[in-house]
């Protein structure tokens, strides 16, 4: 089975250190295999097999001083 990848947008992003935070964030997340988070865009990518419900997405970077 591929992974399904899922585009989010991230509020609160304002320099590279976000957007390692806000990797990490959603990194930590169950079934996640990758994370690309591109600040000029303000999305993150999430690649995973069984992706995470999106309260879980939001809570994760809520947790992480983000919204989305």
Do not use: K
């Not at 590279?16 to 600040?39: F, M, N, Y």
């Not at 995973?48 to 919204?67: C, F, K, T, V």
């Amino acid at each position: 089975m591929s992974a399904t990848t899922l585009d989010i947008p991230v509020s609160g992003m304002h320099c590279t250190g976000c957007t390692d935070t806000v990797q990490r964030a959603l990194s930590a997340l169950p079934e996640v295999s990758a994370v690309q988070v591109d600040l000029a865009s303000g999305n993150a990518a999430i690649a995973a097999e069984h992706p995470p419900a999106l309260a879980e997405i939001a809570a994760a970077l809520r947790n992480a001083g983000y919204g989305i």
